[in-house]
């Protein structure tokens, strides 16, 4: 039996929690975006995922992720580490867990598990306000089940994407804490449900402005603390690639503030504290892929570029008309497409600024539009097979009153006017 590091134990476990804490950070920044009718629903969508996705990991989706007999390199075999089976064994004595590098199994599925819920939870905020609670927690545990397990495996469990796949023969795929795995995976999701699902009742003719910005930059400063465990954590090391991907991350929210409110500066007139929230997760967004292969002066410019293509991003919902309520696709798709992308520009090893060949740059670019078009076709599957069996919206009387009351029987604030119209659904 492998010994156990318990440095690095420690570390790893301090990691998984704040990877933890960005869920409910989340929810506290979606929270805050919505109007104050929907705002329990919105918190409920991702307390609602952590609750599936806790369930399903532990039963099958660390196998799915990481299994060894890998399914044609897409996801691993669902069977062989059924509800953790190898990972520890019980003995007349307690309990003998599996080592790998000093590390124990279970410490790495908890850490695991905490990925797979902030992914689908970022999904929630391109459908506010119109939503069904139990078509939702249906989604989430198929589409964790088709979509994430496997991309998660392609990427990090040896299969198609990974540097064991048919493209590292052009170049090692970079993916350092989760561009494809989930940034790109959920921004996809999030434009074929707003598709899908369509627009709010008023989407473009009524003003729909965040009900509490406090909550929002609460919500980014959680995000942002939670951050360091899902980017200085995936170095499965106290050391000082940890160190360089704390700084990276750092550097790069830092940078997309600025990107962010010079944009918003230029184009509105003002620098918003929404701009800001919205900055600090378009930087952490792109600097996830590429935490560990940029310097910090590298950071600087990701996070920049990433701040201002968001900033203009999140407009395009109203130029094509579909409704992407809190920005996933203008944030995480977008900046997460440019970190993963951008390695190929400024990584020291292979980056062509560097001076290294188009090879690094191009497999990046494959890896991408390979998690696009994996993602986006699941998704829309799983998607119209909701809607055509249970259907995806709540009626226009409780979306114009707000969900909370529907769907959840509380309200965050009194509403009279919604409180009857609850009660007339009653009826």
Known sequence: ??????????WMLISASLVLLMTPGLAFFYG???????????????????????????LYGWSMSYSTESIGGIFGNPFEQWGLSGVFTSTETG?????????????DVGFQVTFAMITVALITGALADRVKFGAWLIFAGVWVTLAYFPLAHMVW???????DGPFASIAEPVDFAGGTVVHINAGVAALILALVIGKRRGFGKEPMRPHNLPFVMLGAGLLWFGWFGFNAGSAYAADGMAGLAWVNTTTAAAAAIGGWLITEKIRDGHATSLGAASGIVAGLVAITPAAGSLTPVGSIALGLIAGVLSALAVGLKYKFGYDDSLDVVGVHLV???WGTIAIGLFAVDGGILYGSNPKLLLVQIIIAAVAVAFSAIVTYIVAIAIKKTIGWRVSEAVEIAGIDLSEHGESAYESLGAQRVFAEEKK
């Open 1 to 10: 039996m492998t010994a156990i590091d318990s440095g690095l134990t420690a």
């Open 157 to 163: 469990g040896g299969g198609l994407l990974s540097g």
């Open 95 to 107: 309990f003998e867990f599996a080592v790998s590098d000093g590390l124990p199994t279970i410490v």
């Open 32 to 58: 805050g975006m919505v109007r104050g009718k929907s705002v329990l629903n919105m918190l409920m969508m991702s307390f609602g995922a952590m609750a599936v996705i806790g369930l399903l990991y532990v």
């Open 335 to 337: 900046s997460g497409l």
